[in-house]
């Protein structure tokens, strides 16, 4: 019973949810068989009681079924009938939620079946709900395009072609669907193409964000938004798009449904973020403005109620930056309680000590990354990265290059770091060591260092080595 898929979905949903399906299962209308309903009690109370249990076909027949024979055709035609009955119900409980599209529903059946005394209700309704709804993202646009086209359809203006039809709110809709939609997945194309190395194919996208340019008046709702958003995705250099997109997520997050909107801001991060990565170091101020956004508008934390690790340690780290040193600790005694319980306590301590290391409480760096669980392969090379600096400012070199041995066995011992990863860290540990061995005042000796660092590219702390270096001068 384990691999069919009907087990498999309903282990997927909470309590709450089966029983909707039961009660969906007891209306004559989707449902007219009993068995049926006992097969979903059989599952049901097995998944509950017996949560790490595996039920077999012969357990799960004798419960349904009494002494009856057992018949394996049978048994997978149950199975295979409650599974798309149970496909029926989840496109029920979809369609519930969607009162745009009952509404259309309602106003198409008025005009098919000619229900002519249901028709001034159905546009009343319909209009009433346009206007009262509170989200402008593209599935409004398509639900309002909908909308207008059953209304016309309803009218019948084809048949009277003086009169003044609502074609051009027909066109206006489905072009802010179409272009809102098209933008969203055109962004999205971008970042996976710079992770996938995949150049997708977006046929008139060039068109679409030429005639947008070209306009003076701004569009509404989700064009506007995702406009911007890809122009910065596109280009780093649109700064103007990144201001014009941080206003508008400011004044109109709320105009789209919180996950979206949530996708939306992240998309605003990744810019922060990527810019940063480009030196432009002013927009570490930015990433915590945005986060600040987030935390007052309610959307920081994730669906499952905790806050991604990824957010969390960049936030602290990005704040400490610019020295936001009792802004990064309110947001660790704040924030770090919401992170995943498996994670928490070494994100917490690892933030803690690399707030202490920006003020300079070096003595209180070490106990806290003494304490740190290194199972997870990122906190274990940021705590290491973080150990070597601490060791140099407390000049204790002898601890530190015992630090650098011991971090390149860490190094070739974890097997879960990949190449790239394990080859920059180690030409970081290369650095420090040449570090430590510099002669202060040698000034041919320190400048021939700096010269070898920036020649190398993208280094590993290379802001702490640099400024180190310097202050050997």
Same mark, same amino acid.
């Given at each position: 019973?384990?691999?069919?898929?009907?087990?498999?979905?309903?282990?997927?949903?909470? !309590?709450?949810?089966?029983?909707?399906?039961?009660?969906?299962?007891?209306?004559?209308?989707? =449902?007219?068989?009993?068995? $049926?309903?006992?097969?979903?009690?059989?599952?049901?109370?097995?998944? %509950?009681?017996?949560?790490?249990?595996? #039920?077999?076909?012969?357990?799960? @027949?004798?419960?349904?079924?009494?002494?009856?024979?057992?018949?394996?055709?049978?048994?997978?035609?149950?199975?295979?009938?409650?599974?798309?009955?149970?496909?029926?119900?989840?496109?029920?409980?979809?369609?519930?939620?969607?009162?745009?599209?009952?509404?259309?529903?309602?106003?198409?059946?008025?005009?098919?079946? *000619?229900?002519?005394?249901?028709?001034?209700?159905?546009?009343?309704?319909? %209009?009433?709900?346009?206007?009262?709804? !509170?989200? +402008?993202?593209?599935?409004?646009?398509?639900?309002?395009?909908?909308?207008?086209?059953?209304?016309?359809?309803?009218?019948?203006?084809?048949?009277?072609?003086?009169?003044?039809?609502?074609?051009?709110?027909?066109?206006?809709?489905?072009?802010?669907?179409?272009?809102?939609?098209?933008?969203?997945?055109?962004?999205?194309?971008?970042?996976?193409?710079?992770?996938?190395?995949?150049?997708?194919?977006?046929?008139?996208? /060039?068109?679409?964000?030429?005639?947008?340019?070209?306009?003076?008046?701004?569009?509404?709702?989700?064009?506007?938004?995702?406009?911007?958003?890809?122009?910065?995705?596109?280009?780093?250099?649109?700064?103007?798009?990144?201001?014009?997109?941080?206003?508008?997520? %400011?004044?109109?997050?709320?105009?789209?449904?919180?996950?979206?909107?949530?996708?939306?801001?992240?998309?605003? #991060?990744?810019?922060?973020?990527?810019?940063?990565?480009?030196?432009?170091?002013?927009?570490?101020?930015?990433?915590?403005?945005?986060?600040?956004?987030?935390?007052?508008? *309610?959307?920081?934390?994730?669906?499952?109620?905790?806050?991604?690790?990824?957010?969390?340690?960049?936030?602290?780290?990005?704040?400490? &930056?610019?020295?936001?040193?009792?802004?990064?600790? @309110?947001?660790?005694?704040?924030?770090?309680?919401?992170?995943? !319980?498996?994670?928490?306590?070494?994100?917490?301590?690892?933030?803690?000590?690399?707030? =202490? $290391?920006?003020?300079?409480?070096?003595?209180?760096?070490? !106990?806290?990354?003494?304490?740190?669980?290194?199972?997870?392969?990122?906190?274990?090379?940021?705590?290491?990265?973080?150990?070597?600096?601490?060791?140099? /400012?407390? %000049?204790?070199?002898?601890?530190?290059?015992?630090?650098?041995?011991?971090?390149?066995? $860490?190094?070739? +011992?974890?097997?879960?770091?990949?190449?790239?990863? +394990?080859?920059?860290?180690?030409?970081?540990?290369?650095?420090?060591? &040449?570090?430590? +061995?510099?002669?202060?005042?040698?000034?041919?000796?320190?400048?021939?260092?700096?010269?070898?660092?920036?020649?190398?590219?993208?280094?590993? =702390?290379?802001? $702490?080595?640099?400024?180190?270096?310097?202050? #050997?001068?």
């Amino acid at each position: 019973m384990e691999s069919t898929k009907i087990l498999k979905s309903l282990r997927k949903i909470d !309590p709450e949810l089966r029983k909707r399906f039961r009660l969906y299962l007891r209306s004559p209308y989707f =449902n007219r068989s009993k068995t $049926f309903i006992k097969a979903l009690d059989v599952l049901s109370t097995f998944i %509950d009681k017996y949560p790490n249990k595996k #039920l077999t076909k012969e357990v799960y @027949w004798k419960k349904v079924f009494g002494k009856e024979a057992y018949k394996e055709v049978n048994l997978r035609k149950l199975n295979s009938d409650l599974l798309r009955i149970f496909k029926g119900f989840l496109a029920q409980e979809q369609y519930q939620t969607d009162k745009g599209r009952q509404i259309n529903y309602f106003m198409r059946a008025v005009h098919e079946l *000619g229900i002519d005394a249901l028709q001034s209700i159905s546009i009343r309704q319909s %209009d009433k709900y346009f206007e009262e709804t !509170p989200f +402008r993202n593209a599935n409004y646009y398509l639900q309002k395009y909908t909308k207008e086209k059953e209304y016309y359809q309803l009218i019948d203006f084809d048949k009277d072609r003086e009169a003044k039809s609502n074609v051009e709110e027909i066109l206006r809709n489905l072009d802010l669907f179409y272009i809102s939609e098209k933008l969203y997945f055109y962004t999205s194309s971008l970042v996976r193409s710079k992770i996938l190395s995949h150049d997708y194919e977006s046929v008139l996208i /060039d068109e679409i964000l030429g005639f947008l340019e070209s306009q003076d008046k701004g569009y509404e709702g989700a064009v506007s938004m995702y406009y911007n958003l890809a122009l910065c995705i596109a280009d780093l250099s649109r700064i103007d798009a990144f201001n014009k997109l941080k206003i508008l997520l %400011d004044k109109n997050a709320h105009l789209f449904p919180r996950d979206e909107a949530v996708q939306i801001y992240s998309g605003a #991060l990744n810019y922060t973020v990527a810019k940063l990565n480009s030196g432009a170091f002013e927009f570490n101020a930015e990433y915590i403005g945005l986060i600040n956004q987030m935390i007052k508008k *309610g959307y920081i934390l994730e669906k499952d109620g905790y806050i991604s690790l990824n957010k969390y340690r960049n936030a602290c780290r990005l704040a400490l &930056r610019i020295e936001r040193f009792e802004w990064t600790e @309110w947001f660790i005694q704040e924030y770090g309680q919401k992170l995943h !319980p498996s994670i928490k306590e070494s994100a917490m301590n690892f933030t803690l000590a690399l707030l =202490n $290391f920006r003020k300079k409480q070096f003595d209180k760096v070490v !106990p806290l990354l003494a304490i740190i669980e290194y199972d997870d392969v990122a906190f274990g090379l940021a705590a290491k990265t973080l150990l070597g600096a601490t060791y140099y /400012d407390l %000049d204790e070199f002898d601890a530190l290059e015992s630090h650098i041995d011991a971090f390149k066995v $860490f190094l070739s +011992r974890r097997k879960d770091i990949p190449e790239v990863r +394990r080859k920059n860290y180690l030409v970081h540990l290369r650095y420090l060591s &040449r570090l430590i +061995r510099l002669i202060p005042g040698d000034k041919k000796g320190i400048d021939k260092f700096i010269a070898s660092l920036e020649a190398e590219g993208r280094v590993i =702390n290379a802001e $702490f080595l640099l400024e180190k270096a310097e202050e #050997l001068r």
